[in-house]
């Protein structure tokens, strides 16, 4: 009997998993193995499944996720440093048909926008909150953020954050959970299959509960800036599980009454 | 049917918002202009033609509702008064980076800093140069009038979505909080979905369907030549602007010898002056630019070969008058009166003024 | 009962090279080449046919640049 080849393989019929083609086909801006590129590819898994392409308004932060337009086949808009949920919310409200979303580094979000989010998850807005933690600011090149871990280093804080003068690092997530206004909240990361396997689904969830007007799902994704971390992508993933995780532990903070 | 109202600025431009059929207004509390968000939340367009009022959690938050709003091809606007627009000016360049319509009414309070609760027309360089930051322009336009708030409403939508341009309509506390008889314009139904995607739909962000490429709202450019290209196309826009909307109005200028210049409330009074300067002798017109950007220079620099000199007057140190004197370009001696700090002129001390600057003796 | 055989292909020019994908192959299929592709990265490739098709390597890729194709295979053809 004939052996199985690779070529008998390799076959259209075969095909278990290819790149969603709701991810513009080019290469993305990122660095290699930043968690940016595996989020998008997430969200965009989920709004093909959902078949809400022609639905979904996204909004696009200042941060290294900039450029997300270019790489996610859907309208988005572009928003000021900090102020995305403020455009979410005027188009979820001018057009409550859509699902809306944002996507925001832990800066963007909880720095400059930090007003922004937490009004917007107050007020109950009905759209998603993808959040981005890589504990540092990334595009600008490694400053310290509001999520910087004590002690750790970034170009702003070369010594280490010092919390007796920089404050704790801010759990923003927690804090909008407690706020009658979200539906859902949950803490994911992407570095392993199992875990990105699970921000899909909760990805998946956020979308449902948000269109069905249960007010705001923030899914905080806790990634890697290896760049910024100034290691490489795989040792920074191991830094991520052994120090970012204690601090901003994986799984659901809140979800809807009926769960 | 048109229908007679006798209200006040505020109540007139919120009005004609819900008439002119608005999609969202997005705002926040601030003297003397309050009354915008209150008239309208009491009003409850949202259960008539369904427009969204929102008091945001700032005018930063609010400006960048209507950012986002505007993205989708909505009629949206927000209001506030000096210390909040200079909060808002961040968006603004946002929007005309992005080349997004909106209206931006500014109810001018004297500043510097949070100043004073009073009118004033110290915004005029904030409204007309810049503000934000970058190369860009928003069509300004300046009401006398609370007929005029309510009809620049209207107007004002019309020429943001002309131009995809933000509009400012920048008046002061005394046309705000000034009760007039006021003809209200007729109801404009909203946009529907379907009219706005065959208006808009080849930029506004209503949700990418099959036929068509998706569509990005975005100010980034970081390729510096393409970045000088889309500034220099939005100065094609700001041209055309100053070729076709220059809006002004002149008073008694026929055989004026002496030329008054203001705008807003100042005009107003300014009127009043050119009659008390007739009543003497003194042969004094007045022009009021309606729009302050495009800046009526042309009719003023014609002017300029006809009166002997101009007195620009205005509730601030002055600040259009290096307009003017740009218009007039040396040819007639230009000075500037102002009052400041929320004090209004009177029109005995324009006259005292035009005399004793211009005149001589 | 039917065995599951798998194949991966992955985008040299698109890998980034960031071996991410290397550590979560239960298989130990993927290993980095030496070569850079046109971008300068040592790009993944596929060093022994063990490939189950478990996805794993396309889900983590940061860059999505890995395609994954599977079949069942009677035991006897293996
Ligand atoms: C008003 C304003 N302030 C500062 C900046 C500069 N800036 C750009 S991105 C950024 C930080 C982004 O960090 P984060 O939100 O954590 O995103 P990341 O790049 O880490 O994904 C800053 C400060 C800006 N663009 N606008
Ligand atoms: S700087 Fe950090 S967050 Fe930005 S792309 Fe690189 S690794 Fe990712
Ligand atoms: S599909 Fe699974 S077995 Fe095959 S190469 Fe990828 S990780 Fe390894
Ligand atoms: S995870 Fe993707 S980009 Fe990184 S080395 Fe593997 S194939 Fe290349
Ligand atoms: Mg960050």
Redesign the interface.
């Known amino acids: 009997m004939a052996v199985i080849t690779r070529e008998d393989i390799i076959k259209p019929e075969n095909l278990v998993y290819k790149r969603t083609s709701l991810l513009v086909d080019c290469a993305l801006s990122y660095c290699p193995g930043c968690g940016h590129g595996t989020a998008h590819r997430m969200l965009m898994e989920v709004i093909e499944e959902m078949g809400i392409q022609s639905k979904t308004i996204g909004v696009a932060p200042v941060g290294c996720s900039v450029l997300a337009y270019e790489f996610l086949d859907i309208d988005v808009q572009q928003a000021a440093h900090g102020r995305a949920p403020a455009l979410a919310t005027a188009i979820k409200r001018l057009m409550p048909e859509k699902y809306v979303f944002t996507y925001q580094g832990d800066g963007d979000l909880a720095a400059i926008g930090t007003a922004e989010t937490i009004h917007a998850c107050n007020r109950g807005e009905n759209f998603v909150i993808i959040f981005i933690n890589n504990g540092i600011y990334g595009m600008t090149g490694g400053q310290m953020a509001p999520t910087t871990l004590p002690h750790m280093r970034a170009s702003t804080c070369p010594y280490g954050r010092d919390t007796e003068t920089m404050g704790n690092p801010l759990k923003i997530t927690e804090l909008v959970a407690t706020l009658p206004g979200t539906c859902y909240v949950t803490r994911q990361a992407v570095h392993t299959p199992g875990n990105v396997r699970k921000t899909k689904k909760a990805l998946r969830k956020a979308f449902e509960y948000s269109y069905a007007k249960k007010g705001v799902s923030l899914v905080e994704i806790v990634s890697n800036c290896n760049s910024g971390w100034k290691m490489t992508p795989v040792q920074s993933n191991k830094w991520m599980e052994e120090n970012m995780f204690p601090y901003y532990p994986l799984g659901d903070i809140k979800v809807p009454a009926a769960e | 049917m048109k229908e007679l109202r006798l209200m006040k600025g505020n109540e007139a431009i919120a009005e004609a918002a819900i008439r002119a059929g608005a ?2 207004y ?1 705002g926040y509390p601030i003297t003397p202009q309050s009354e915008i968000l209150e008239y309208l939340m009491a009003e409850k367009p949202y259960e008539t033609t369904g427009m ?1 009022v ?1 008091q ?3 005018e ?3 400006i ?6 505007a ?2 091809g ?1 009629k ?1 606007w927000t209001s506030s008064s000096s210390p909040g627009i200079s909060l808002k000016q ?2 603004i360049s ?1 929007m005309a980076g ?1 080349e997004l319509p909106g209206i931006i009414v500014n109810v001018v309070r004297g500043g510097p800093g949070l100043g004073t609760i009073q009118p004033s027309q110290a915004d005029y360089f904030q409204a007309t140069k810049g503000g934000g930051h970058g190369d860009y322009r928003l069509l300004v336009l300046a009401p006398a009038s609370v007929q005029e708030m309510a009809d620049f409403i209207p107007l004002g939508f019309d020429l943001a979505f002309k131009y995809r341009n933000p509009v400012m309509i920048l008046t002061d506390g005394v046309i705000g909080q000034m009760m007039e008889k006021v003809e209200l314009p007729e109801f404009t139904p909203r946009w529907t ?1 379907e009219e706005i995607v065959k208006m808009s739909g080849d930029w506004a ?6 036929d068509r490429e ?7 450019i970081l390729d510096s030549a393409k970045q000088e290209k889309h500034v220099k196309k939005l100065e094609l826009k700001y041209k055309a602007m100053e070729a076709d909307e220059v809006r002004y109005e002149t008073f008694q200028c026929e055989d004026a010898e002496y030329l008054l210049v203001a705008f807003g409330s100042t005009a107003r009074i300014c009127q009043k002056s050119v009659d008390i300067a007739r009543a003497k002798g003194i042969k004094v017109g007045l022009l009021r630019p309606i729009t302050l950007y495009p800046f009526p220079t042309i009719p003023i620099h014609e002017l300029a070969s006809q009166v002997k000199g101009m007195l620009v007057v205005e509730m601030n140190l002055g600040q259009m008058v290096e307009d003017v004197r740009l218009a007039v370009n040396g040819k007639v001696q230009v000075e500037h009166f102002g009052r400041c700090g929320g004090m209004i002129p009177n029109p005995d001390e324009i006259v005292k003024n035009l005399v004793s600057k211009i005149i001589g003796g | 009962m039917a065995k599951v055989k798998g194949a991966i292909v992955i985008n040299n020019e698109r890998c980034k090279g960031c071996e991410v994908c290397v550590d979560v192959c239960p298989e130990s299929v993927i290993a980095m080449n030496k070569n850079v592709n046109t971008k300068g990265y040592h790009y993944a490739m596929v060093t022994n046919e063990n490939c189950t098709g478990c996805t794993n390597c396309a889900v983590v890729c940061p860059d999505g640049v890995i395609t994954v194709y599977r079949v069942k295979v009677p035991t006897e053809v293996v």
């Open positions: 999609d969202g997005f969204v929102l945001a959690e700032s930063v938050a609010a960048n509702m209507v950012y986002g709003g993205s989708c909505k949206c961040e968006g946002y992005s979905e962000t209503t949700g990418k369907t099959p998706r569509n990005i709202i975005s100010s980034l």
